[in-house]
Each structure stands twice: as C-alpha cells, then as structure tokens.
C-alpha cells in the first residue's frame, strides 16, 4: 500500500522512505550548528561521485535505453491491431499467426533487452551508492575517531549515530534509487510525450494537461502524510521514554502503591497515539484510492476524445490502443513522484548533516617532535581553557611539576581538575598558555608518541565491550605474564578474577555493564598501569573502590609511582595525605599550593575542605567493608542496580 | 544488545491459535469489521467495470464507427470510478480505525498487566525487551490489521473475479493466462525467499554497526588515550564490510526480480497478443475484448507481487503476537488473597516470624529470621553485600512471598492484607533515587492525586528540600530532565527523601548506601532529612554510616542470610562479636587516618 516506494531495495520494505530515512531535528549541538565547521572543502560525497563517475555515467546510459525500451511493446501493439484490423476489413493487410508470433517474438525480444539494461543500470548505479556508503561510513568513523574533546563537549552520542546510520541510508537512497528515478521519470515523460505526438498532438496535448493534476495531487498527499507520519512518529517516542521510565521505575512505583496513577497516565499518551494515527489514517485511507481513480481517469480521458478521434478517421484502432497502454505507463511512473521529492529532500538535508561532520576538524593536530621516551617532567606555563564564549575553565594556571612527584589537585565539582589533567595527553589544548612536557609544548610532540607516555585513568571507567583480558592488554599486547600480574595486583583487580566465571577471558557486557563501579573503576587503572607509562594520571579514580581496597591499591601503588610522575585527582583523605603535594584549585585558578603539613598549618581552603573530608568520611565509612566477602556474592539479583528497597 | 535475541525469532504466517486470540480483540468491532469485508466484496466488483466499459465502446462504439453510446459510457465510468473511491476510502479508513482501536487496546492491556506483575517478573524481564512489547510489537500487529490483511484480502478477491470475468469472456486465453500463473508464483516464491534472508542479514549487520559505533562514539578518549584508532576501525571496518556485503545481496535479489517480472509480463503479452490476435482474426474474440485482455493481465499480476510483501509483515506480526501474548500469559505470582483486607490504622508493629526466603529454589537468602519490632522503633540493619539485607526490606513491602515463615504488620500476615493497601503504609526510600521526567511536584507525588500541593511543599520542607527546589527555574514546576540528569545525585534523594514524606507512612524503609562524590553540605542536609522522616514512624534502616548506627536504637546484624547477633550499640559492643569486630575495625581506621 506504500507505493511511494518503490519496494524491495529499500531497507524496510513497506515502511518507506518515511521511517528508514528520518531526520532527526535536533542538530549536533544545542545551538544547532558546530563549533569548528571549517570552510566547504570538506564535501566529501561530491568526491566520492567524481571517483563512480564512469559506472555512475555507465548506468544512466542503460538506463536511457531500457526506459526507452519499455516504452516499444505498445507501439508493437499498435502495428499487431492495425494489421489485424485491415485484415479483418479487407484493406491491404493479411497478417496471419506466423506475423502475429513474430510481433509476439518482438515484445519479448524487447523486454530481454529492456531486463538486462535495467538489471545493469541498478546494480551499477544502486551499488556505487552502497559503495559510497559504505566508504563514508568508514570515513566518518574513522574522522570521529580524530575529533578532539572540544567536539565530543557539544555532540550527543544518539545524533552522532544517527548521522552515521539514517542519514547515510538517505543518502544511499538518494544516490541509489531515487536518482534513478528521478531521471526515469524525466525520460519517460520525454519519450512518451515523442511517442504519443508521433501520433496525435492533440490527444497527446489533452493527456499533458491531465499530468501536473497526478503530479499535484500526489504532492499534496505526501506532505500531508509526511508531517502526520513524524506527529505519529514523535508520539510513538514519547511513548517508549513513558514505558521505559514506568518499567525502570517499576519498583518504586510498587513501593508507593502508584501503578493506577501510571496507569491513567500511560492511558492518556496511548490516547494522543490514537489520535495522532487517526489523522494520519485520513490521508492514508484516501490515498490508494486517489491512484486508481486517476489512472482510471487517464484511461476515460483516453476513451473520450481517442474514441472520437479514431471514429473521425484522426488515429487509427492500433494508435489508439498504443496511446492507451503509454498513458499507464506514463500515470503509474508519475505516482511515485511524491515519493521521488521527499526522498530527494531527506537526501540534501542528510548530505548537509553528513558534511557538517566532515567539515569538523580537530583542533589537536599532530606535531613534528618523535620521543619514544620521557622522563615525565610536566610544567603548565599560563594555562588558560575555555569552550567558545563562555567564562574559561581555567584561568592563567602555573604548575611544575618535576618528573617522578606525586601531584594530588584538589577542589569542589566543576573547578577545572579534569580539565587540566586532560591538557596532558591533549585531550585538550588550552586557548592561551602551553603545557610542556621534559621542556618541549605538547603540541611539538607527535600525538602517538605523548600519548604512548601517559596512563591515564578517567573519572567515568569506559570498558569496551570485549574479554577483560582484551580491555586491560588495550595500551599494551605485548606485555608480559609478569607485567601483566604486576597491574592486575597493583590494580587488585586479581581478587574479582576467581568469581568472574572465565577470569580474564570474561566478555565485559556492553559498557562493561556485568562489572560493579569498582571493578570497572580497577580495571581502568590496572589498564592504564600496563603501559608502564612515566606519566600516570589519576582522575578521581578510585571513587567507587571500598577504602579498604583504595587502602590496598594506594600501598601497592606507592612503589609503583617510585620514579613515575603521577597526578592525582581525589576526594579522600588517605589518598590526599600520600601526595608529595598539593594543588587546590578553585574557580579554574590555583588558590593554594604546598605539602600536606604545610597547607594544614596555613588553615586556609585546604585545611576547610579536608576537614570536612575527614567528618564525611567518618559518617559514611562503609561499615560492612571490612567484612571478607565484600563485593563478592551479590545480593539480590535487585542488588547493584539500585533497585531492590 | 538485543539484536542477538529473540525478537528477531521468525514466526509462522499462520497460526491458528494464535490468530483466534487476535481475533477476540476484533470482536467489540466487528460491526466495522463486517461492513468493511462487505465493501471490499463490492470493491472487488466494481473494479473490473471500467475495463469491461472500455471493452464495450471499442466493440459497439469505436469499431463500428458510432459515438451515440459514448456519453452514457463515459458517465458510468465516472460513476463507477467515484463509487469506488467512496468505498475504498470508507473500507480503508474503516480498517485504520480498527487497527487503532485494536492497537489502544492491547496496548493498554499489556501495560496494565506488566503493572502487576510482581518483581521478580522484572528481575527476569530486561527493561528493554517489556518497552519493545509496548511499542514496537504492539505496533506490528496493528500494521498488519489496519494495512496488510485488508489489502491482501481485497487483491485476493480481485484476482478472483478477473478470473472469472475473464473466464466468461473468452475460456480459451483464460486457461493460458491462468497457465502463466504457476511459474510467476513460483518465481515470486523463490525471490520473496531469498530476499527475506538478505534482508535479515542487513538488519543484524546495522544493529551490529549501531552497536559498536555506540561503544566508539562513547569511548572515544579511551581510544585516542590509548592510541587504538586503527586497531578499532579494523573492527569497525569487519561490521561495515559486513553490512556492505548484506546489503549487496538485497540488491542483488532486487535487481534480479525487476526485469525477471519485466520479460514475464512481456511474455504473457505477446502470448495474448499472438493467440488472442488469432481468434480475433477468426472472428472468436473482439478487439474490445483482446484490450480487456491485456489490461486484466496487469492487474493480474501486481496482487501476486505484492503478496509476497505483505508476507514478511505479517510473519512478523504473528511473531509479535506471541511475545506479546508471552508477557500476557505471565501470572501473577503475588497475588492478593481472595479476603484480603486493610486495617484500620497502623500502628508499626513488625514481626518476622521464623522466615526463610529463597529467590531461586534451594539457594536460601533468608535462613530462619527471627525478630520483632515494636512500633516507633528505629533499627539498623548491618551486614555484608550478599548478607539478605535488602531482601529482608523487599520482603516487607511484599514484593516477594516468603517460601516458611511468615512477615506480620501489627501481628497481621501481610498474606492476608492488600498488597497496595500495605505499601502504602510502608514508606520505601531506595537507593538510587528514582526520578520521571516531569515537575518536581510530580515527582514527589508520583502522580498521585490524592496528595495536595501543600503536602509536597511540606515534605520538602520537612526534609529541607524546599530551598533547593525553590531554587530551580520554575520551582516545584521545574521539569525534571530524562533520568533526572539536570539535578546532582544528592538533590535526587532529597526529593527521593521529600517523597517518602509525603506519603506519610507508618514504617519507613531506608537504603542508605554511602555515595561516593557527594559533597559534605548536601550530605549533611540529606543526613539530616533522614532523621525527620525517620522521627515518629517504625523505621528499618539499611545503615552505612556510622553515627546513624549510633542513633538508632538496635542493631540487627545479618550474616549469610542469618540473624547472629541483635541488640542496642552498646550490648553489642560487650558481646564482642561481629558487631564489635566490625566497630573496632571501622574505628581503627578512622583514628588511624585522622
């Protein structure tokens, strides 16, 4: 019933261009355009045309001849009547079975010839476009993959994939099929219009003047239905984000005896659904039933002013069948133009999304400077951060540190920690000032190369969804057994291994989701530890291990820093107390520096926020931590997902 | 990802067993239903008429050379041509409110049923695939009703009666193009198979692609941190290839089945052409009719084509229907009893009367639990991850049935009390604090109605959440972002806390886990607020931080599922057990690092 598609090559046959192909109003960034879209060198698709030109060229030259082609059986028709029709009258005509079989051998011969073109025109034409798919799919992954944080700042993850997947299957579909129509629509009605002045201009006028009414019409439907199809569509969102929250919430909800209350409100979006569906089933009920009548009124059209015409002498029977069968052809083509235009316009507007990405470039560029060893000194001379016009992170900050200390930075939420942690291995580079690392800025340094000398431990543990042994041999394949035990100890993570089933070859769900905080959080660190980096980076890295354990992995790690510079986002006393020194930042300044002792003896930020560390700490100590089994058998299948009162 | 699982299991076209089910949602509307098979049979008729019209002006009027009839002709065809769109339009938009009737329906049904269904339902049942029944699945089969059956029903008939007509027309050319009938469905057959299988591969290989690229766009710093971009893109570039291959093959199969259908068609026509041309020579056919012929064999044809379409639909809505039904047939397994009462007030007395508890046959959770707790009495709970804890609280508010034993409130079985009527009695503070998008209000009433204005602001006061939420843009009319993501974790609980207020309960249950990265001042005014909820009510409190355990007035210390020791801190302490092991442990530490 969908005829706007033409169906099969399609991804979702009967769901259309309309689903498949839907873009996404919301924009990259809140704001609705990117930070850094460089310039217009960055079109990419146009590229990759000029690289298909010849089996683009190729298929539209088949395309020409099969479409002409198709247009030949009723012309075929036209002579077999005539003939017939002069034989049965007796004027100059004898066709007996032999010539009948012969114009019958013609229209198969034809159509052979129309089949093969038309299966090469599309498997040229369709599968360049699946090529170009599949190349900027890989491009773009691969240019996400170089994108700086700045980028990833401002982006949402579900628009990205969303770039990558719907938009590129408008494309595909743009390149692929609709442009074959489009240009098959436009020799059709060339051709056809030649074919049917051929024998009369005046029915063929009348019949011209017919078409922009279907081409109208069918306009008129789409839009109508393309805007109540994505009313339903927006419903049908809020509709899963309703059920999901109800069922994510499902034992809340039954703690507090709500599940009437959900229930009304569930029935009430389930309703709007309903209404929605039905304004759109207006449009759609009325649309089968608009074609036939069209194409049905192409054919009384026809009948009319032909039937005059052949009983004038004007054309003859055969011309008349011939004008007949074409005028189908030409009205069943021309239904699927509204298909055709809202296909073409989610093909631009998915080629302006995708170019937008590509025309993004990373501010971090790789630099000249080979190492492939540091001694770890790290000095932030004037550091200043900001995201385009906002108030910078991070103000003119200072900081040496010489290789093989221990740095703990200190400070509320928000003060500019992760952001100068970040400026190390340049996840970030700062607007004014530079970092320098054993002397030389970062930027000098070929960015493999600095980041191959910095472990990094982020705030947010990401684990890939691969074997834990793959996960924390990531930095490093060819470590040894030894290496290997020395971060898996260091890190604790040793002691989960027994009750992980496979051990190390246990595959991490998606996000590492099967692991507790925990150990995700030591597995990050044992991951960052096996590069034997001279520069490690903590980033509150230890927030969700038990203090017994984060007692454990300070101890183990002491040794481990011996020699290594080491920079240190924390939170708790213990961890704070075993820094060479300290650095508080406040409001993306450095407010206070100096060993432990020294900043308790100044009695000013540091002393304030450790002291209240300390009697938080006292309050929420885990009393049960201390007990063995910690950790180790869950609770309730509830347990860990916070679930469970 | 789900997109191993079962929902892309292949369901059969027809099941009788399941097909009667669907039907039953069909019977409040079977008036419509009937009217629209009785339209569709009209339809079906009408149909043929303009050809036959055709048939006739070439036959009497054209041929012969008269135009007297060609107005009456042209007038029925019009006719004809608005009665058919009336009833088409009608049928259809019949069917379309059916489907979303039907779908209104079974949607609700589902979610009502989903809400009663106990909590173990949802340990097994990921979030996930119980949204995909609500929406996805429910949607399939309402496709299939509103769209699929009716059009498949409708070209069914249709070939029908051009069979017949044609039959009547001219017996002979009837039987060749009936012949022609046999190799195209098989052709179709063999295509729509292949195709379906391409097709199924494309979707598994986008999920794939959809998957990995979620895991590269989110661990993008993991990636540039650790230099893997290449390695990375080499399993990238396997899933593209992959999705590159599958999608090759639906091509394939499609370009394949166009001019298949092209050369077949042109065959049938030349063969009418040259057998028909024959008769009409003989004089054994008209011209009008050879014309009919022709026109017939396109619409002939085009049913068959779309048949094939419409059988992946509907496949995938009979799959629908049984997962659907799956969740349907599910019973409850906490039910309330047939006498099942409320009480008059409560008072807050608890009892756990020789209690064991198992989530899985054998495997006991809960050994022998053996306590009471006065009303107004405030109790912590110690013991290890694993130790039962939060089963002893899931139990109370009856989200499980105990399998010996028995739970009491005021010496009552909660067996025997409404399930709804106890819990909200029982006042539940979790974990992680759930939040829904919608105003703060809301989200302290849950959408309870019964619940005024003034109460929340009360409870929020009470709990000192009012100067937070006061604060926000809107007030208590702020809308709360998806999963709450634009308040800090600890503003979570206080409305979590300002909730529990608000229902007012007689016994307060609290998870009270220590969370990391909260700071000391929002800490302290939660601590704080947990104090006045807990002031006044029974209150079982699963206790994490130190001077909480000193404020209540007795400890239950489980381990592995038992009760070992219990008492207030202090006899504790002279016991000398693993309370006080555990004490001195925690003190050991605190005065050790201070």
């Known amino acids: 019933m969908q005829p706007r598609r033409p169906p099969g090559e399609g991804a979702h046959a009967g769901a259309g261009a309309r689903s498949g192909g ?117 491009d773009l992954a691969n240019h996400l993959l170089r994108l700086d944080q700045g980028f990833y700042v401002q982006a949402r993850t579900g628009d990205l994939m969303s770039r990558l997947t719907n938009d590129l299957q408008a494309v595909r579909d743009f390149l692929g099929p609709t442009v074959v129509d489009i240009t098959r629509s436009i020799v059709i009605l060339v051709a056809g219009f030649a074919f049917m002045w051929a024998i009369d201009l005046r029915l063929t006028l009348i019949a011209f003047a017919y078409l922009p009414v279907v081409i109208l019409l069918m306009a008129y439907f789409e839009t109508n239905i393309e805007k109540r199809f994505f009313e339903v569509q927006d419903q049908i969102a809020e509709l899963t984000e309703r059920s999901q929250e109800n069922i994510s919430g499902i034992r809340a909800i039954k703690a507090y005896a709500q599940e009437d209350a959900e229930i009304r409100t569930f029935a009430r979006e389930n309703e709007e659904m309903r209404r929605r569906s039905m304004r759109l089933g207006k449009y759609e009920a009325a649309l089968l039933p608009s074609m036939i009548v069209l194409t049905q ?24 069948t011939q004008f007949f069968l074409i005028l189908t052809i030409l009205s069943s083509q021309l239904m699927a133009v509204g298909w055709i235009v809202a296909s073409a316009q989610l093909g631009v507007v998915a080629i302006r999304r995708i170019n937008e990405i590509f025309r993004t470039t990373s501010a971090i560029a790789d630099g000249p400077h080979t190492t492939s060893h540091l001694r770890g000194d790290v000095e932030f001379q004037g550091v200043t951060v900001r995201f385009g016009a906002a108030e910078p992170i991070l103000r003119d900050v200072s900081l040496r540190i010489a290789a093989g200390s221990t740095v703990a930075i200190v400070g509320a939420t928000g003060q500019g920690k992760t952001t100068l942690v970040n400026l190390v291995p340049r996840l970030l580079d700062p607007v004014e000032g530079s970092v320098l690392v054993d002397g030389v800025d970062v930027r000098e340094y070929r960015l493999d190369d600095l980041r191959q000398q910095v472990g990094f431990v982020p705030q947010e ?19 040894s057994d030894e290496d290997y035990q020395g971060a898996l100890d260091i890190s604790q993570l040793s002691n989960d291994l027994q009750q992980l089933t496979q051990g190390l070859d246990t595959v991490i769900g998606e996000r590492g989701m099967t692991l507790s905080g925990g150990q995700k959080q030591r597995a990050a660190i044992a991951r960052a530890l096996l590069k034997d980096p001279p520069v490690l980076i903590l980033d509150d890295a230890l927030s969700h291990v038990d203090t017994h354990t984060e007692e454990e992995i300070l101890r183990r790690l002491r040794t481990y820093m011996r020699g290594r510079t080491t920079i240190l986002i924390a939170h708790r006393t213990s961890t704070l107390r075993s820094a060479d020194r300290i650095v508080v930042l406040e409001d993306g300044a450095i407010v206070e520096q100096g060993s432990h002792a020294d900043l308790i003896a100044r009695d000013g930020v540091y002393a304030r926020i450790y002291r209240e560390q300390l009697a938080l700490e006292s309050r929420s100590e885990d009393v049960d931590a201390r007990l063995v089994e910690r950790e180790h058998a869950p609770d309730t299948p509830a347990d860990g997902e916070g679930g469970a009162p | 990802m789900s997109f191993y699982e079962e929902d892309d299991a292949i369901g059969k076209v027809y099941d009788s067993r399941l097909a009667g089910r669907l039907l039953t949602y069909l019977r409040p509307y079977r008036l419509q239903v009937v009217a629209s098979l009785l339209m569709m049979f009209a339809v079906a008729g009408l149909e043929l008429v303009p050809t036959l019209i055709v048939r006739r002006a070439i036959d009497h009027q054209i041929t012969p050379g008269q135009t007297d009839e060609l107005p009456v002709l042209a007038a029925v065809f019009a006719a004809t041509l608005a009665c058919i769109f ?192 024959m008769n009409v020579l003989d004089d054994a056919l008209t011209f009008g009719t050879l014309v009919a012929f022709i026109t017939f064999m396109q619409r002939f044809f085009w049913p068959i084509r779309e048949l094939s379409e419409r059988y992946t639909m509907i496949q995938g809505a009979m799959a629908s229907a049984e997962r659907i039904f799956g969740v349907l047939d599910e019973p409850e397994e906490v039910l309330d009893e047939e006498d099942a009462r409320e009480l008059e007030g409560v008072r807050g007395d608890i009892r756990f009367d020789h209690v064991s508890f198992a989530y899985n046959p054998g495997n006991w959770v809960l050994k022998d639990v053996d306590f009471t707790i006065p009303a107004g009495q405030k109790v912590a709970i110690v013991g290890a991850t694993g130790a039962g804890k939060s089963t002893m609280m899931a139990l109370l508010s009856r989200f499980y049935d105990v399998q010996q034993g028995e739970v009491l409130v005021d010496g009552v079985p909660i067996r025997e009390l409404r399930q709804r009527w106890l819990r909200r009695h029982v006042g539940v503070m979790l974990q992680d604090p759930w939040v829904v998008s919608d105003t703060v209000e809301e989200n302290i009433r849950l959408r309870d109605p019964s619940i005024s204005t003034e109460q929340i602001h009360a409870a929020a006061e009470a709990v000192g959440a009012h100067s937070f939420i006061e604060r926000l843009p809107e007030g208590y009319q702020t809308v709360l972002a998806e999963r709450g993501a634009n308040l800090s974790t600890g503003q979570k609980q206080l409305i979590a806390l300002a909730r529990v207020a608000a229902f007012n309960p007689a016994i307060v249950l609290v998870m009270d886990e220590a969370t990391a990265s909260i700071d000391p001042e929002t800490e302290d005014i939660i601590q704080r607020g947990l104090n006045r909820v807990m002031a006044g009510r029974t209150a079982i409190i699963i206790a994490h931080r130190l001077n909480t355990i000193r404020s209540v007035d007795r400890i239950i ?30 003190y050991q530490v605190q005065s050790a690092t201070s």
């Open chain 2, 86 to 277: 009336t009833l088409r339009f009608v049928q259809m938009y019949l069917m379309w409110w059916v489907g979303q009737h039907f779908m209104l329906d079974l949607r609700m049904q589902l979610f009502t049923h989903i809400q009663r269904m106990s909590v173990s339902f949802f340990d097994r049942n990921p979030v996930g695939r119980l949204v995909t029944r609500l929406t996805g699945d429910v949607q399939q089969i309402e496709m299939v009703i509103s769209q699929g059956v009716v059009q498949i029903l409708t070209n069914l008939l249709m070939v029908g009666a051009i069979v017949v007509v044609l039959y009547y027309l001219n017996w002979q050319l009837a039987l060749i193009m009936t012949a022609f009938l046999i190799p195209l469905v098989y052709l179709v057959r063999i295509f729509a198979q292949a195709q379906r299988q391409a097709f199924r591969d494309q979707r598994m290989w986008m999920a794939r692609i959809n998957a990995y690229l979620n895991e590269l766009i989110t661990g993008v710093a993991i990636i540039q941190l650790f230099n893997r971009q290449r390695r990375n893109m080499e399993y990238f570039d396997q899933r593209n290839r992959g999705a590159f291959d599958a999608n090759m093959r639906v091509l394939f199969w499609y370009a394949v089945f166009e001019p298949t259908v092209v050369i077949f068609n042109a065959v049938t026509l030349g063969t009418i052409l040259w057998v028909g041309g």
């Open chain 1, 461 to 479: 543990s990401f684990l890939f969804s691969e074997s834990l042994r793959e996960n924390v041999s990531y930095g490093r394949q060819d470590a």
């Open chain 1, 22 to 138: 839907r873009v996404t109003t919301a924009e990259l960034s809140a704001d609705g355009s990117y930070a850094r879209v460089v310039g217009s060198g960055g079109d990419r698709i146009f590229g990759y045309l000029k690289r298909y030109k010849w089996p683009y060229l190729a298929g539209f030259v088949a395309l020409l001849g099969a479409t002409v082609l198709a247009l030949l059986p009723p012309l075929v028709v036209n002579w077999a009547v005539d003939d017939i029709d002069r034989t049965i009258r007796g004027v100059g005509g004898d066709i007996g079975a032999a010539g009948l079989l012969r114009y019958a051998a013609l229209i198969a011969a034809i159509a052979l010839a129309e089949g093969v073109l038309r299966y090469f025109s599309r498997w040229v034409v369709s599968g360049s476009s699946r090529r170009i798919e599949y190349g900027l799919r890989e």
């Open chain 2, 557 to 586: 210390v489980l381990h592995l599922g038992e009760v070992v020791e219990d008492g207030s801190h202090e006899q504790l302490m002279a016991l000398g057990g693993i309370y006080a092991r555990l004490y001195e442990l925690q």
């Open chain 1, 297 to 320: 009124g192409g054919t009384l059209l026809v009948l009319w002013f032909g039937g005059h015409d052949v009983v004038d002498g004007r054309i003859s029977l055969g011309d008349f």
